[in-house]
């Protein structure tokens, strides 16, 4: 991994680059939506942070996933300017999985913005758009695979259990800033309530995905893959136990108003949010520098090959010179 | 018992490096080999259609050699294109593409013209 990532050329970088922060945008987008519908302890205040956010993290989403196309226009070409701005390529992007998952990301990111719409119902309708904007994340990649729609469900929850953890971190670090210790306290406990169920959904959700999508053999462990997997897995427990010590224990103090507790919180939050986004980072160079190695790979004499990376294998056949 | 079950999630979540893609499955000329001369054809064979949207031939300074491309842009199971002359020395085929489930991927393989 690491070694594929130091022969990585410009435009491997600034397409990881882009992908962290689309994925970043669009969860916080998606989850502000999630976090306003769920939590009953936000204040209005609060709350209208809340909408702002999941505006302003939409428009941006929507912004760095119209860029991954000419990115990817870019890196086809062989990392070009020109390729960014070829029409042909462009096109060839744009109908490819890629493409289909920016468009039905950019509808759902539109509806977000009717949160601010004062009528009836349309809290429902950004709602909406939050959860296409999840169910985007399942149109490419190894979400088509079969069983396809179990697939695209499970990737969907995934995604919008990510959304809502990641979009909670606004919020709580804004209570524990701005209000009083009793009311910070309440949101946190609510949301560590919530969280609980949310991020065993998710955890159980990826777990089945991957389960449906691969054999279980711990020798991928030896790929490039396998081994950004691992890191993900490790930061993940680290999200996981950050969580845990501000449920169990900062949550409680916030609660009773003990000094510093929301200083700590707030602390806490912000290592979370740095860990989630090692994550998303991880994530992005992990579908970009490397593929796992395919099911055919395990009938093949050669070493796995990674499908982005120039690590590639050659065997004999008949028709060599 | 815990750690049992650490390994456990751990293997099931890894096991998601068991995916396909589609892959190179050989090159002509085979990476690596040492050629007497220039080969009528470079060519690649995937084992699921690949829409190989940029390849080139590089000499061991970098320098692009001219390649007459017999392969379009749509999905295919193999792509060849022809050299021209080459004189002895190392080269290089670099290629780029989109893979039947849409994942850029991009590849090389070397091959030695002798003296």
């Known amino acids: 991994m690491i070694d594929t990532l130091a022969s990585a050329d410009t435009t491997v970088w600034l397409s990881i680059l882009v992908k962290t922060l689309a994925y970043a945008a669009t969860l916080v987008a998606a989850g502000s939506v999630l976090v306003s519908a769920s939590l009953r302890e936000l204040t209005e205040d609060g709350r209208g942070a809340l909408r702002r956010m999941a505006v302003i993290g939409a428009l941006a989403a929507a912004i760095l996933s119209l860029l991954r196309v000419p990115v990817r226009a870019s890196f086809l070409m062989g990392g070009s300017i020109d390729g960014a701005i070829d029409l042909m390529m462009l096109g060839i992007v744009t109908e490819s999985p890629l493409g289909a998952s920016v468009i039905v990301r950019l509808i759902g990111l539109a509806l977000i913005p009717a949160i601010f719409l004062p009528m009836r119902g349309a809290r429902w309708i950004a709602l909406i758009g939050a959860l296409v904007t999840c169910a985007s994340f399942a149109l490419r990649g190894h979400a088509l695979g079969d069983p396809r729609l179990l697939l695209g469900a499970l990737v969907t929850l995934h995604i919008a259990g990510l959304a809502f953890w990641l979009g909670a971190f606004a919020p709580l670090a804004r209570a524990s800033r701005r209000e009083p210790a009793a009311r910070a306290g309440a949101l946190a406990h609510e949301f560590g309530t919530k969280a609980f169920w949310v991020v065993g959904a998710l955890v159980i959700a990826g777990a089945i995905t991957l389960a449906l999508l691969g054999a279980t053999k711990l020798d991928a462990l030896a790929t490039p893959y396998g081994q950004a997997f691992v890191i993900k897995l490790a930061l993940f427990a680290g999200v996981l136990g950050l969580a845990a010590l501000n449920k169990v224990r900062l949550t409680p103090e916030l609660q009773a108003a003990a000094p510093g507790a929301a200083q700590r919180l707030r602390r806490s939050i912000v290592v979370e949010g740095a860990l989630v986004l090692a994550i998303l980072a991880t994530t992005a160079a992990l579908t970009t520098v490397t593929s796992p190695p395919a099911e055919r790979a395990n009938n093949a004499p050669s070493q796995p090959q990674t499908m982005q990376t120039a690590s590639l294998v050659s065997r004999d056949f008949p028709w060599r010179y | ?115």
């Open chain 2, 1 to 115: 018992m815990k750690s049992r079950l650490v390994i456990a999630i751990a293997a099931m979540l890894v096991s998601g490096a068991a995916l396909a893609h589609s892959e190179r499955e050989g090159t002509t000329p085979a990476d690596g080999a040492l050629l007497t001369e220039t080969p009528e054809m470079i060519h690649m064979v995937f084992d699921d259609p690949m829409r190989v949207t940029m390849a080139r031939l590089v000499n061991a300074d970098g320098a692009e050699m001219p390649m007459a491309r017999g392969s379009g842009l749509e999905p295919s199971l193999e792509f060849h294109a022809e050299p021209e002359s080459l004189a002895p020395g190392r080269y290089t085929v670099e290629w780029r593409g989109l893979a039947s489930d849409g994942h850029p991927m991009q590849g090389s393989f070397s091959f030695q013209i002798a003296d």
